[in-house]
């Protein structure tokens, strides 16, 4: 199979459970540390939703350029962890600036970055690296000739 399909195809399933293991992480930690992802109400009710997402577009957009040579597992986990961190801010900071015409560019820039150093801005890179680190194993697996886990009622072997 052509590796640059076989990326794209591992780097969808990967951002799907990047996305996945986010929201479940980010629902355990507030919940069991109650505090809310974005505390300041100032910053509007849509920039986690959106720092999530650009970081789950990061993974996606570096694991299918980076898989593209499986046999290369620290570059596809370190760029993960590093454009994931990097999107969730710049989109946290952008969102804060956009959320309200009072904020000024300084209090963005604190907001971004104190996002990015809290528990919830930390957890982005982390499960990041993870997920690539799982989809560098399924693709090295893949560009070795592993085949694709059939169902029982697909198998042809007799009982």
């Known amino acids: 199979m052509d590796p640059r399909r076989t990326a794209w195809i591992v780097a969808a399933f990967a951002a799907a459970l990047d996305l996945a293991l986010v929201v479940c992480a980010f629902g355990f930690v507030s919940l069991l540390s109650d505090v809310e992802v974005i505390a300041d109400p100032a910053a509007g009710r849509f920039v986690a939703p959106a720092a999530v997402g650009a970081s789950v ?54 907001f971004g970055l104190g996002f990015g150093i809290g528990w919830f ?39």
Do not use: C, K, Y
């Open 57 to 110: 577009v990061a993974v996606l957009l570096t694991l299918a350029h980076t898989l593209r040579r499986p046999d290369r597992m620290l570059p596809s986990v370190v760029f993960a962890a590093l454009w994931s961190w990097l999107a969730a801010v710049v989109v946290a900071l952008v969102g804060f600036a956009l959320a309200s015409t009072a904020n000024t560019v300084v209090a963005a820039l604190l």
């Open 121 to 159: 801005g930390l957890l982005i890179p982390a499960l990041a690296a993870l997920t690539a680190s799982f989809a560098v194993l399924v693709a090295r697996g893949r560009d070795a000739g592993m085949e694709r886990p059939r169902w029982p009622w697909e198998r042809d072997d007799e009982e």
